[in-house]
């Protein structure tokens, strides 16, 4: 495992500085614009040129040094950031340059982490490969503890421009880890069964690849459909998360850092239970009882008037986040050979990421357009649900919010009913 420590180390900074980022942008665009769509629209944009490259990354990823993809994706998100500093500094710094950026960031940041999430199994024993994924969790958990509280404090001293400063003081420590650490090749006699009508594969061939593996495998592909419905779900939900805290409380950033960090408070928690137990003996109890639990904790979130109420809401659902994702890694890497996971994760991303961008499309423009002007005082729906999530601005997201997870919910728990998703683990 120290290998994997030496990369989780200065990956964890790097994605606190991008995290710290990510925050102080929200906030700079919400003040700007006062809406949910173009918030949601940065989260589009970002997705799509991952599903467009998706494909050919696979294939990248299981040919080139995985080593050398990481360190390219951590270079280009430092010269992006470089780049978005310079905009800013010279009052050019306009809303699109934000999606410009996000899509960049988004497709080299693909690449990175395919590379990183294939390069694991190499890396660590099969045993320890629940933990390794539990302490992917924890970054992510740890981040949203420090960032929102490092951001605010930096944004309120420094500005936008301090918090992308130290974002390239992150990305210099990330590179500097991998620089220490060797990263092994995997081995290329794997796909053999089923590239056995040429000994060198067509690109072609190549790229569709994980589209033939997954059609052999019925359970493997009734798995990658319960995950595109969890993913837009999941989309159209956080899509309009920040917009409707800072509409609740006033545009008061506090809130939303305050609710950022005891979501990772929770993720910490449950990632590091994760980390020592090793998850349940069959993963996808962790999958569907996880997905289910954390969905709870929004709908909570979203019926909230206190904020003491919200900030219980953000660390349950906290806990429970790293279990589905953890735990769905784990299946995934113990059924697909290491040599075959750039291309077969790739492939199950575009498959199951394409909901992504969609229910963060839809998301903004349906809170603007619809729940939004339906809950103001005296609409039509208001007269209905404005006991239940209030009135006026906010009051629209939250119902959207609620709806949105209530469904994911049931989704998650109606997977017990597919034989072959809940016997998963038995079927190859």
């Known amino acids: 495992m120290r290998t994997f420590f030496v990369i989780w180390l200065g990956q964890f900074a790097s994605l606190l500085g991008s995290e710290m980022t990510s925050f102080a942008v929200t906030i700079w665009a919400w003040e700007i614009t006062q809406q949910a769509t173009p918030l949601s629209l940065i989260l589009v944009v970002s997705q799509v040129p991952r599903l467009l490259i998706s494909p050919f990354a696979g294939v990248w990823v299981d040919t080139f040094s995985r080593k050398r993809l990481m360190l390219l994706g951590d270079s280009v998100a430092g010269v992006s950031t470089i780049l978005l500093l310079a905009l800013l500094l010279s009052n050019n710094l306009q809303i699109w ?10 497709l080299f940041g693909y690449i990175h982490q395919l590379a990183y999430s294939a390069s694991l199994s190499l890396i660590v024993a099969e045993k320890h ?7 992917e969790s924890l970054q992510m958990s740890g981040s949203y ?19 992308l400063c130290f974002d390239l003081v992150t990305f210099g420590c990330a590179i500097a880890s991998l620089s220490l650490v060797s990263i092994p090749s995997p081995s290329k006699t794997a796909d053999t069964p089923l590239t056995a009508e040429s000994a060198a594969p067509a690109f072609l061939e190549k790229i569709t690849f994980g589209l033939r593996y997954l059609k052999s495998r019925p359970s493997l592909t009734i798995f990658l459909g319960f ?7 999941d989309s159209a939900s956080f899509a309009i998360l920040p917009a409707m805290v800072l509409a609740r409380s006033n545009n008061d950033s506090t809130v939303w850092g ?7 408070t929770g993720g910490l928690i449950g990632g590091s239970v994760l980390g020592i137990w090793g998850g349940p003996k069959r993963q996808i109890h962790g999958v569907l009882l ?9 709908i909570v979130l979203a019926l909230a008037q206190r904020t003491t109420v919200k900030v219980g809401a953000a660390l349950g659902s906290g806990i429970c986040s790293p279990f589905p994702v953890s ?6 890497r113990k059924q697909v050979d290491p040599a075959l996971q750039g291309r077969v994760f790739s492939t199950r991303y575009l498959l199951t990421q394409i909901a992504t961008p969609v229910g963060a499309a839809i998301a903004g423009p349906l809170a ?3 729940f939004e002007p339906a809950m103001q005082p005296d609409a039509w729906l208001a007269q209905w649900l404005g006991g239940v999530f209030g009135t006026g601005l906010g009051a629209g997201m939250a119902m959207q919010l609620a709806l949105f997870s209530f469904c994911g919910m049931a989704i998650a728990l109606g997977g017990y009913s597919i034989h072959q998703l809940r016997e998963i683990e038995s079927r190859s």
Do not use: E
């Open 327 to 332: 735990c769905s890694q784990t299946i995934w």
């Open 145 to 163: 503890v420090l960032a929102p509280a490092a951001a605010g404090a930096l944004y309120a001293f420094a500005g936008l421009s301090g918090v």
């Open 227 to 233: 995950l595109l419905i969890s993913s837009f779900i």
């Open 368 to 370: 603007d357009q619809v």
């Open 258 to 264: 305050t609710l950022l960090a005891f979501f990772g």
């Open 290 to 298: 996880g997905s289910a639990f954390w969905k709870v904790g929004l």
């Open 129 to 135: 490969y629940t933990r390794a994924s539990a302490l």
């Open 97 to 106: 340059h934000l999606y410009a950026f996000g899509a960049l960031g988004g």
